[in-house]
């Protein structure tokens, strides 16, 4: 019996097709897939699929959940490849699904070594797809390339050393023939790097440091051996242009995290936008958000891409709400920066100079009695992807709006393997849910979608939480918003107003981005929380 099913499940396997580069290229002509971690290579998390809309959202219903067999978060997105959905099953585990009903096809399992060590849970954010392969980063720092149809590995191959504090932990994204990954790990003093490897064979094919070594630009921002240990983590997934084959990547703190003592200077290319050359790794350009952070402020935000009107004429640009508090508009070709506004209470800078570089304030950095600054150390915004929708021209993002910690500076010593952090900081609210909820102060701050004028940041409206919130955003051409929080609802709101249509509560809170896809012609829009995977469709 379990062999036929077996034989079953394979014969629908075989029915996805070949997912070649011009098809990623050009995903915004298969809104029924989720091809990539965003969506597509532009990162807007939008879809142009409108048989769900404001009309007939109340009668969504859920139509089927898959229950991980695992406690970690839930961070995954899912990809659905013609019919066939896969997504990660905390840490390591690759599941396909018929994306119609959830029945299972198979899983692959990757049991990671004991020697992996990572800083914020044995989580996994996703999965790419090339040809007929699926690729999966691990958290003991290893890229495997999974066959889509049988689930068997067809390579296997080592990036760093997990006892070091290396690890992979996002979505890997793929341009043309490569499988471009970075790793994470800079609670762990590692040196961080975005690295190509070739998607036939998992041979590397290019390098690019994040804290570059002597001889490498940049390397003078780092006082004497500090590169070495200067963290510039990557733990989300990048984007790409065709038009200038540039792929562009959010990079986390320097380390240790906070004091910066040791690391003077403004340590590049930590807290950066770095804008690389998706054939070479070759870096065009960067822009800093945080120079010398010390406040852990990664720049690990997803860089949204489109062509909007900045200051009177049609712009290419990267919007991005960043983890310091501000929103900001750069040209993509160039690194230009065009637009930098604070979104919730910032009171580490104050505006820019004429080249875009913040204006720090004196004092507002970490000290032996503990500092108070905003916004806290989750930021104002964190990891969890922003969506654009080119019908509103509005940008949105969930935040940790009037967020605030008290920075606490302290001395450290680089041990491999271990942390590697400069101090602590006392957060207005603390990073797991539970009886937050109901003992939070009202000047402690609170979770929001924020929806800002995607060309100059200016707030068009605002929904708020009682508690913060970890959940990404997805938009549809029909005006819909996506998104959930930790009080463990899932919520459609219209995306030009902020009101809420429809919610339901999943038991869990949400830690990931939404998708929707269709099948046969019926549209879903899948969202994980908690410890599952909640699929929606309209009642029939």
């Known amino acids: 019996m379990r062999s036929s099913l077996l034989v079953a499940a394979l014969s629908v396997c075989i029915c996805q097709g070949q997912v070649s580069w011009e098809r990623l290229k050009n995903a915004e002509r298969e809104p029924q897939n989720w091809l990539t971690y965003s969506g597509t290579n ?16 109340r009668d969504l219903e859920l139509k089927w959940v898959f229950q991980a067999a695992s406690f970690e978060k839930f961070e995954a997105t899912p990809l659905v490849v013609d019919g066939i959905l896969y997504t990660v099953q905390a840490p390591n585990d690759i599941v396909a699904m018929d994306a119609a009903t959830g029945r299972i096809f198979w899983t692959y399992s990757h049991t990671p070594s004991k020697e992996s060590r990572v800083c914020c849970g044995r989580v996994n954010r996703g999965l790419a797809v090339l040809g007929d392969s ?14 889509a149809k049988s689930g068997k590995a067809v390579w296997n191959v080592a990036v760093d050393k997990p006892e070091a504090g290396y690890s992979l932990t996002h979505a890997p994204l793929v341009v043309k ?3 471009i990954v970075g790793v994470a790990g800079g609670e762990y003093g590692i040196r961080g790097y975005l690295a190509a490897y070739e998607a036939a064979t998992g041979k590397e094919l290019w390098r690019f440091h994040t804290a570059p070594g002597p001889g490498e630009p940049g390397n003078e921002t780092w006082a004497g051996d500090s590169w070495k240990t200067g963290g510039g983590s990557v733990w989300v997934t990048g984007s790409y242009d065709a038009a200038t084959n540039l792929t562009y990547w959010g990079i986390g703190n320097p380390g240790p995290d906070w004091n910066g003592d040791g690391r003077l200077g403004d340590n590049l290319y930590s807290d950066c936008v770095v804008a690389l050359d998706a054939d070479t790794g070759k870096l065009k350009w960067h822009y800093q958000f945080t120079p010398h952070d010390e406040l852990d402020y990664d720049a690990v935000q997803v ?5 909007l009107e900045v200051q009177g004429r049609t712009r290419a640009v990267i919007m991005w709400a960043n983890r310091n508090g501000l929103y900001y508009v750069l040209d993509r070709k160039t690194g230009e920066f065009l637009t930098g506004k604070p979104f919730t209470k910032v009171t580490w800078m104050v505006g820019f100079d004429a080249r875009g570089r913040p204006k720090k ?41 009037g967020s605030y910690s008290t920075f ?20 207005s609210f603390g990073l797991s849910r539970g009886t937050q909820v109901n003992t939070r102060k009202p000047d402690q701050g609170h ?29 549809t051409a029909s005006d819909l918003l996506f998104t959930g929080n930790r009080e463990e609802h899932f919520f459609a709101i219209d995306a030009r107003t ?7 509560s999943l038991g869990g809170a949400m830690a990931n981005g939404p998708i929707t896809y269709a099948v046969n012609g019926q549209q879903y829009v899948a969202v994980a929380a908690g410890n599952g995977l909640f699929v929606f469709g309209l009642r029939r």
């Open 177 to 179: 023939d490569k499988v």
């Open 134 to 147: 699926l690729f999966m980063g691990t958290i003991d720092g290893r890229l495997i390339a999974v066959d």
């Open 408 to 427: 606490v500076k302290a001395p450290d010593k680089y041990v491999e393997g271990q942390r590697f952090l400069g101090g602590y900081p006392r957060s």
């Open 42 to 57: 532009l990162s807007q998390r939008y879809s142009t699929l409108t048989s769900i809309h404001p009309g007939n959202v």
């Open 361 to 401: 304030v004196e004092g507002a950095a970490p000290s032996k009695e503990g500092t108070l600054i905003y916004p806290g150390v989750q930021g104002g915004t964190n990891w969890y992807s922003p969506s654009y929708s080119p019908r509103t021209g509005l940008f949105y993002f969930s935040a940790w709006n």
């Open 447 to 475: 979770g929001a979608v924020m929806a800002v004028d995607g060309a100059t940041g200016e707030k068009k409206w605002q929904l708020d939480f009682i508690d913060v919130t970890d959940s990404g955003i997805l938009t």
């Open 303 to 307: 860089p949204v891409l489109g062509d």
């Open 498 to 504: 902020g009101k809420v249509l429809w919610r339901t």
